[in-house]
């Protein structure tokens, strides 16, 4: 299995900044993709940005510009940097993971989620 572990949530004023940060351990190595996913109060998971095994990335539209994903590979992570931010970037942002088994079955695997609220 991978284990995701998120860093760099918090509370910050329109226009800042953030980085968040996701740590896998476990069978980081069958890793395919990784992305950020993020749930606002009332509404449906959504994905903000992916990075796949090759480096190709892929954004929400409404992030385009603001944000940017990037992977170190040799120290598993993952990171979302978030600049010109919104209060309706307000959520909490899950890391994921795409790997495989040992028998070629493609897993999900989720970090615990970390709070991201922008003030007005």
């Known amino acids: 299995q991978v284990q995701l572990v998120e860093s760099g949530g918090g509370l910050v004023q329109a226009g800042g900044s953030l980085r968040l940060s996701c740590a896998a351990s476990?069978?980081?190595?069958?890793?395919?993709?990784m992305g950020w996913y993020r749930q606002a109060p009332g509404k449906q998971r959504e994905l903000v940005a992916a990075?796949?095994?090759?480096?190709?990335?892929n954004y929400a539209d409404s992030v385009k510009g603001r944000f940017t994903i990037s992977r170190d590979i040799a120290k598993n992570t993952v990171y979302l940097q978030m600049n010109s931010l919104k209060p309706g970037d307000t959520a909490v942002y899950y890391c994921?993971?795409?790997?495989?088994?040992?028998?070629?079955?493609?897993?999900?695997?989720w970090g615990q989620g970390t709070l991201v609220t922008v003030s007005s």
């Open positions: 994921n993971a795409r790997y495989y088994s040992d028998y070629g079955d493609a897993l999900d695997a």
């Open positions: 476990g069978r980081a190595f069958s890793i395919n993709a």
């Open positions: 990075i796949a095994g090759g480096g190709n990335t």
